[in-house]
């Protein structure tokens, strides 16, 4: 069963703009991630937020994290073509390593 | 290489039949994962090695999944009478320890059953 619902389910915008997706989750985590997802083939991994943390950057990207509401926001500023992707949440649970996944936002930059 | 291979990249087969699904993780990683990804069903976890040892084989939806791990690196998900249903992406992960790690995926195997 999916752990997140993921929000909005897709996304165009202009190139150039930012990009905001959000994620929910149910229960408490340990960690939560998100990876970039290109033509339904293998993820790539983008950042890792661990529970005790509330905002990580990377590049172009910035990521919130709000324990207390269960959800998690990735920013994409700038957006280019090339960040044409499926983006999923995902996360770990205390004692459990494997990964339960959002059911992602299709992100479309539009030239 | 340095990520994570799976083979085949795709694999067709009749209803009924066996097909075995092979993934080569990362050199040193310990922990290994199978996801799979069907339309309308999003990533869905399967199983979960630690080494060669499974703790965790929840998500395996029927005893015609099963999954080894030899020599702590390859590992090997098989499908026995393979149904419609099983048609998917069936994606790889492999990470160093296992929790609080980044979980670096392969290209996947697009499995279609006819």
């Known amino acids: 069963s999916q752990q997140g619902e993921e929000d909005p389910q897709a996304l165009s915008i202009q190139e150039g703009e930012n990009a905001t997706m959000n994620c929910s989750y149910k229960?408490?985590?340990?960690?939560l991630q998100w990876y970039r997802q290109n033509s339904g083939r293998g993820l790539v991994h983008l950042i890792l937020?661990?529970?005790?943390?509330r905002e990580k950057h990377s590049g172009r990207l910035r990521v919130t994290l709000d324990t207390s509401k269960k959800s998690s926001s990735l920013l994409i500023t700038a957006s280019r073509a090339a960040d044409t992707a499926s983006y999923f949440c995902?996360?770990?649970?205390?004692?459990?390593?494997?990964?339960?996944f959002g059911t992602g936002t299709r992100l479309t930059i539009i030239p | 290489g340095a990520g994570v291979s799976q083979s085949p990249s795709n694999k067709v087969t009749e209803k009924g039949k066996d097909v075995e699904l092979r993934c080569d993780p990362i050199?040193?990683?310990?922990?290994l994962y199978w996801y799979r990804q069907s339309l309308g069903q999003g990533l869905e976890f399967l199983i979960y090695?630690?080494?060669?040892?499974?703790?965790?084989k929840s998500g395996l939806p029927s005893d015609r999944f099963s999954a080894e791990r030899t020599g702590g690196s390859v590992s090997t998900l098989t499908i026995q009478r393979t149904q419609q249903e099983d048609s998917a992406v069936y994606l790889c992960?492999?990470?160093?320890?296992?929790?609080?790690?980044?979980?670096?995926f392969g290209p996947g195997t697009r499995l279609l059953v006819l």
């Open positions: 229960t408490s985590i340990n960690n």
């Open positions: 992960a492999s990470s160093i320890r296992g929790i609080q790690e980044t979980q670096y």
């Open positions: 995902a996360t770990e649970g205390f004692g459990n390593e494997k990964l339960t």
């Open positions: 090695f630690q080494g060669n040892s499974a703790p965790d």
């Open positions: 937020i661990r529970s005790n943390e």
């Open positions: 050199s040193g990683h310990t922990a």
